[in-house]
């Protein structure tokens, strides 16, 4: 085993170099006078700038939460290596050849260098096998989104065969079955047999935001292809997914320049837009656009707080039109005002995505997409609108209650008086009438997140929501109590009734985020780590109260419970069921039979259906 590095070696790869340039793959970095280079830390979230590096000297400090070091604690701290292996990165960056204590050769530090000499392996093999006459189906895929073999070279797109054709060529390669498990490039049977774990599929490379392959996304092809649509590597010592966004290697340098960055929903929207222009669009992998996610594209587009939010940049979230697509753009409004910068949505009014826009009307519609797109409180305000009838005064008036907390939370107040008025001619309504409902709104709103340079104070301690926080009402009373079943007793509920009850309008804001990530694992409804999946879907400060949740003692027998449980479901959906009765008997009422006949039929037989449903519901 070789000794230490030789200092004198390592003092010549700090001089070597330039910590601007490595902390420079992580944040965003500006001038900051006398030499000094400064912008938002990566250890801690903060809205003011208070990292600074000085590329004179080879260190940076934090002024904030109090980091510092040089460029080596950078790297340990940033991608958890050894020490050593940080300095043999480096000399490998700048071809430097390192001398040990005892003239042998650089150790083994750990398995992360491993794991990523694996990974570029296997992307060459991928990309190899692309041209293959197995990979006609996946040719077949690209061609027929537009990609030709240009493209697929551009974001070394590949093909992994079927069989063990993987395996048997890294480990020819030198690599042992152990390192290829914990890789995620091989995977283990519940009987100890060892399989490719992605076989007969088109394949991504996901890189980190230094361009190293941390991992791999795949796409199903064929018909007997037993598993999901896409499949990624598992989480390895070098792949968090939460912490990884596909494209980022590719498009952090226009968006640090351009302080821009665009949100897709896939691998092959991220393909489009770059093919089409936007160089500046990043994809999560098999997972929400989170915490984690906002804090690096927050340090690459230099998110920084100050009176002037609308010169901060812009974050621009593209989101289907479908039911996922609406809960998804209801997650990334959750989080919204984690940034500094001006959040906006880009739907395509056709329905279609950035890869089928492409295809169907070419490059210049993608660019017309982002250039059109919509600041996110008019996206959120229209789509709560949209579910009430403003037609009627009850209506608007209910419009009215559910509009104002979103206008409440804009944070430029010469924007939030420009949506009150905005938000009063939408509804026909005085603004006057308007400005107090929101007024009221903003007098009782929780504080948003730390904006000085301090780290941010875990979540239970800065009013994060909670149990006890939820109001008493009987109809919050209601809500949580059948989240309460969903969380405790899934089997009981039932995957049907689940279904049905998640879709249910629920009036208490902190309950229907955690409704929602109910509803986004569903397919998990019975699995050993359910909670734990609806956990880690909501944003990180409801993580608290879901696991509150999941543990609050519910007042029923243990013999009974299946009957609570069940009932307590069937009573919420009943009260959406009598919500839709009260509102078509109002339309019933306000329809003229002889003037639109067909309209008055329609509401007549909605309403023989919400009847009927409900009738069935108690039966049940």
Known sequence: MAGLIRRSDIDEVRSRTNIADIVGDYVSLKSAGGGSMKGLCPFHEERSPSFH????????????????????????KMDHVSFAEAVERMAARIGFELHYEDGGAAPDHGNRARILSANKAAEDFFIAQLATPEAEPGRQFLGQRGFDPAAAQRFGVGFAPRGGALGRHLKSLGYTEDELITAGLLGKGDRGDVYDRFRGRLIWPIRDVTGQTVGFGARKLLDDDQGPKYLNTPETPVYHKSQVLYGL???????????????????????????????????????????????????????????????TGEVIFTFDPDEAGQKAASRAFAEEQRFAAQTFVAVAPDGLDPCDLRLNRGDDAVKRLIRTRKPMFEFMVRRVLANYDLETVEGRVAALRAAAPVVAGIRDQALGIGYVRNLAGWLGMDPGEVQRAVAAQRGSAPARPNDSSEPTRPPEQ????????????????????????????????????????????????????????????????ESNDWVARVAEEVPAPYSTLVTQLSVAPIPERPELMATYCRGVASALIDRDLLRQKRELLGTMQRTDASADPERYAQVQRDLVRVEAERRALREE
């Not at 934090?62 to 070091?69: D, R």
């Not at 040089?70 to 340990?76: C, Q, R, S």
């Not at 351009?258 to 500046?280: F, I, N, P, R, S």
């Open 53 to 76: 590096v000085r590329p004179q000297v080879g260190f940076y400090h934090c002024f904030g939460c109090g980091e510092g070091g040089d460029v080596f604690t950078f790297l340990m």
């Open 249 to 311: 290697d590719l498009a952090k340098r226009d968006i640090a320049r351009g302080k821009q960055v665009v949100v897709v929903e896939g691998y092959t929207d991220v393909m489009a837009c770059h093919l089409a222009g936007v160089t500046t669009a990043v994809a999560t992998c098999g997972t929400a656009f989170g915490v984690d996610h906002i804090k690096i594209v927050r340090r690459i587009i230099g998110d920084v707080e100050n009176s002037d939010t609308s010169g």
């Open 462 to 525: 800065e009013g994060a929501p909670n149990l006890m926080s939820l109001p008493t009402d009987p109809t919050t009373r209601l809500e949580r109590d059948a989240v309460m079943a969903l969380l405790q007793y899934p089997g009981h509920v039932g995957r049907e009734l689940a279904q049905r009850a998640v879709g249910v309008a629920f009036s208490d804001r902190t309950l229907s985020v955690v409704r929602d990530a109910i509803a986004t694992t569903l397919d998990h409804l």
